[in-house]
C-alpha cells in the first residue's frame, strides 16, 4: 500500500540529546513537510522541503534541522537546542495536481515527550 | 501574512442532528484553496473537503458541505445526520496558490481547530 510512514509512533528522550524523527513516504511525492502540533495551537509549519537536496524553514525552525538526500525520507532532528520539544509531530506529503493544487497527505505522527 | 480562525474551541451534536463548524480567514490573495481536515483520536489527518476560491458553487462530500462566502471571509463546515464516527478535532486551513521561498507562503495554514462530541 503506499503511503507515508512515521517510527516511532511514540518516543521518549532526556533532556540535552539530540533525537530523529523517521518520515518515508512511497507516493513519490515531490514535496514533504514537517508539523508541530501542540494543544490548542493548531499544526505549525517547521521545514519543507519542495525537492531533492532543497528544504526551507517554515514558520517554527528555530532548534529543529532536516534533510533530504532521498525522495522518499525527510527525517527531522529535534536538537537540544529547542526549548519544548514534547510535542506531537506530524509529517506529510504532496503531489501537484492540475490547475496548481497540491493534495497534502499525512503520516500517522511521532508523539515526542523529553524530561 | 495569512491567518485562519476557529473560533469555537468545542462543540457538540447529537446524533443525527446537523451541526455547523465556523472558519474565518483573512488574506489579500484572490486565488487560494480552503480546506477542511478532521483528526479522530487515532491523530491522522484526514482530508474532508476543499473549496477552489475561484468557485462559486460550494463543495459538497456525502453529509459534508460547505459555505464559503469569499467577500465575508467565511468558510464554514455544515455536518449532517452526525455520527459518532464524526467526532474529531476539525482544522480549516487555507492554502496560497503562490510558492514563495522563506516562508509558509504556498503551503497550509491551519487554524486552531474545533473539538466534536457526538452524543448518541
Known amino acids: 500500500d503506499g503511503g507515508i510512514t512515521q517510527s516511532p509512533k511514540y518516543l521518549f528522550r532526556k533532556e540535552g540529546q539530540n533525537v530523529t524523527l523517521s518520515c518515508e513516504q512511497n507516493?513519490?511525492?515531490?514535496?514533504m513537510y514537517w508539523y508541530r502540533q501542540d494543544p490548542g495551537q493548531g499544526l505549525r509549519l517547521i521545514y519543507y522541503?519542495?525537492?531533492?537536496?532543497?528544504?526551507q524553514k517554515g514558520d517554527i525552525a528555530e532548534g529543529y534541522s532536516v534533510s533530504r538526500e532521498k525522495k522518499e525520507s525527510f527525517p527531522l532532528t529535534v536538537t537540544s537546542a529547542q526549548k519544548n520539544p514534547t510535542a506531537f509531530y506530524l509529517c506529510?506529503?504532496?503531489?501537484?495536481?492540475?490547475?496548481?493544487?497540491?493534495?497534502?497527505?499525512f503520516g500517522p505522527g511521532t508523539r515526542l515527550t523529553v524530561t | 501574512a495569512q491567518t485562519v480562525t476557529q473560533s469555537q474551541p468545542e462543540m457538540s451534536v447529537q446524533e443525527a442532528e446537523t451541526v455547523t463548524l465556523s472558519c474565518t480567514y483573512d488574506?489579500?490573495?484572490?486565488?487560494?484553496?480552503l480546506f477542511w481536515y478532521k483528526q479522530p483520536p487515532s491523530r491522522q489527518m484526514i482530508l474532508v473537503i476543499r473549496q477552489e476560491a475561484y468557485k462559486q458553487q460550494n463543495a459538497t462530500e456525502n453529509r459534508f458541505s460547505v459555505n464559503f462566502q469569499k467577500a465575508a471571509k467565511s468558510f464554514s463546515l455544515k455536518i449532517s445526520d452526525s455520527q459518532l464516527g464524526d467526532a474529531a478535532m476539525y482544522f480549516c486551513?487555507?492554502?496560497?496558490?503562490?510558492?514563495?521561498?522563506?516562508?509558509?507562503?504556498?503551503?497550509?495554514?491551519f487554524g486552531k481547530g474545533t473539538k466534536l462530541s457526538v452524543k448518541p
Open positions: 522541503s519542495q525537492i531533492v537536496n532543497d528544504f
Open positions: 506529510a506529503s504532496s503531489i501537484a495536481l492540475a490547475g496548481g493544487y497540491y493534495e497534502q497527505y
Open positions: 486551513a487555507y492554502r496560497s496558490l503562490k510558492m514563495n521561498y522563506g516562508g509558509s507562503q504556498g503551503n497550509l495554514i
Open positions: 507516493l513519490n511525492h515531490d514535496a
Open positions: 488574506t489579500s490573495e484572490s486565488d487560494y484553496y
